[in-house]
């Protein structure tokens, strides 16, 4: 069964960091694009990094570029979304995607698999 499982999320104060997890199955995670999205209460949910896991290629929202890092362990199949001067801005519920469609990287509407999410609440 292909899914993807998040962890990692939890509750921190304005300026402190986290880092989310994602695994996927194998045949999901090979040379694929990967994402990592976000979703706070009434917000449209919003890509935040994505990471080609045949390469090096990434891309950032603009929101997060500084900040977040997205990276990958091939040996693990998991995807990192590594979160530095976290902002309560940043609260939200925040979902690992893959099966990229093709056009823009960010867009939610691109991916086909999703995860269950995991959360983040950032306290000022």
């Known amino acids: 069964q292909v899914q993807l499982v998040e962890s990692g999320g939890g509750s921190v104060q304005a300026g402190g960091s986290l880092r989310l997890s994602c695994a996927g199955s194998?045949?999901?995670?090979?040379?694929?694009?990967m994402a990592w999205f976000r979703q706070a209460p009434g917000k449209e949910r919003e890509g935040v990094a994505a990471?080609?896991?045949?390469?090096?290629?990434?891309a950032y929202a603009d929101s997060v570029k500084g900040r977040f890092t997205i990276s990958q362990d091939n040996a693990k199949n998991t995807v990192y979304l590594e979160m530095n001067s976290l902002q309560p801005e940043d609260t939200a519920m925040y979902y690992c995607?893959?099966?990229?469609?093709?056009?823009?990287?960010?867009?939610?509407?691109?991916?086909?698999?999703w995860g269950q999410g995991t959360q983040v609440t950032v306290s000022s």
């Open positions: 995607a893959a099966d990229w469609s093709g056009g823009y990287l960010l867009s939610p509407a691109e991916y086909k698999i």
């Open positions: 194998g045949y999901l995670y090979t040379r694929r694009w």
């Open positions: 990471i080609y896991t045949g390469g090096r290629n990434t």
